[in-house]
């Protein structure tokens, strides 16, 4: 099993910052990949970004491509998402997920967290 809590989330103006945390208990981050998604109000969750266990392969959405960033620290059992140049359709509740495999599906996940909500004002 493992246990998901994500941090960060907030209030912030359009072309501004937020970096978001992905804290794991139970059982080591460090043989899964883990991928951000979000879901804004009224529309499916969608993929974000992923980043392999090694953290040497990332992906993300064209959407969010130049603008995020992905990262993991496997000794403090956390996965980060910078994000930068925020816009108001990044609005959304924003989750991660671990993966023994890799991918942009939800489907390709095993364990998820609660979300923390991101919300950016015009």
């Known amino acids: 099993q493992v246990q998901l809590v994500e941090s960060g989330g907030g209030l912030v103006q359009a072309g501004g910052s937020l970096r978001l945390s992905c804290a794991a208990s139970g059982r080591t981050l460090r043989w899964y990949g883990t991928g951000w998604f979000r879901q804004a109000p009224g529309k499916e969750r969608e993929f974000v970004a992923v980043i392999s266990w090694s953290g040497g392969s990332t992906t993300y959405a064209d959407s969010v491509k130049g603008r995020f960033t992905i990262a993991r620290d496997n000794a403090k059992n956390t996965v980060y998402l910078q994000m930068n140049s925020l816009k108001p359709e990044d609005t959304a509740v924003y989750y991660c997920?671990?993966?023994?495999?890799?991918?942009?599906?939800?489907?390709?996940?095993?364990?998820w967290g609660q979300g923390t909500q991101v919300t950016v004002s015009s």
């Open positions: 997920a671990v993966s023994t495999g890799w991918g942009r599906r939800t489907d390709d996940y095993n364990y």
